[in-house]
């Protein structure tokens, strides 16, 4: 087999019992790399050790992770003014939160004569959360809805928000 030493360097191709004898005498493992090789390929190290650096950083990558969930505002094309601010408001905080926000138009009974109206709506909807959100498909008719999704802004300074809300001041 061919050794690869614990920094790195290759000793040659060794006998498998040479191989772990120098792996008794330093205090590490023989760890097989490449058993396809050929020759195969084995490792001197630590195995433990590497193993807990491995999960330490897939720790850290899923730490970093953020799940983007798709949040549902339904409205329907005969809604008021106040209300209509109101599910705004509701979309705003779930795209402030990081999330998608699919919005829709219900309609209802002879309501699907006129799309224009429920159009009319996603489009101050839109209008009303361009500060949080981009739109990232456009209104559109499924069956007896019209859908419209928005996606959150992503600002290079996301990452720091928690260091700005710790309330020290300069």
Known sequence: MRLID???NQVGVIATRDALEMARERGLDLVEVAPNA???VCRLMDFGKFRFEQSKKERDSRKNQHVIKLKEVRIEPK???HDLETKGRAAQKFLDA????????LFRGRSITHPELGKELLDKLAVQLQGSGVIEQAPRMEGRNMTMTMAPIRQKGDSSQKEDTSGKQD
């Open 6 to 8: 614990e920094e790195g």
């Open 98 to 105: 990081g999330d998608k926000v699919k919005i829709n138009v």
């Open 79 to 81: 809604i008021g003014g």
């Open 38 to 40: 050929s020759p195969p």
